[in-house]
């Protein structure tokens, strides 16, 4: 009986690990779509990217994430694909610079809700956040 309990423990953990580099491995996916539409010198290039990127972004909503913090993820996730299909719109319109401008406000997101993720510093554990 405790071979099972130890058993499912160590499976539950393995699974929630390989969810989470499930969720890395898109979230560098989508860094590395971002930077190259944010490098893309054709209204064609950029778009390309933007795509994969909303398409990314789309995916990992779908992920798992703690259940603490999902609703507050899931916005950002959200405001993201909102300000990328802005930036498409203005790149469908010939308006690099604008686009771009724009692509920066996502990663201004990006920042924002990063630090919902970072773990505790120890000061945080000895005396609360």
Known sequence: MKFIIILTIL?????????VQDLNQIMKKMGHEYKLAVK???SSEMSLHI???IELVELAKTQRFQES???????????????AKQAQNLVNSKDLV????KLKEIDDLRVEYH???EPPSIWDLLFGS
């Open 69 to 83: 913090k999902a609703k507050e993820s899931i916005k950002g996730l959200e405001q993201t694909i909102v300000l």
């Open 51 to 53: 795509n994969a990127f």
């Open 11 to 19: 499976l539950s953990g393995i699974a929630q690990s390989s969810e």
């Open 115 to 117: 630090k919902l993720h």
């Open 40 to 42: 893309a010198q054709a």
């Open 98 to 101: 604008s686009a771009k401008a």
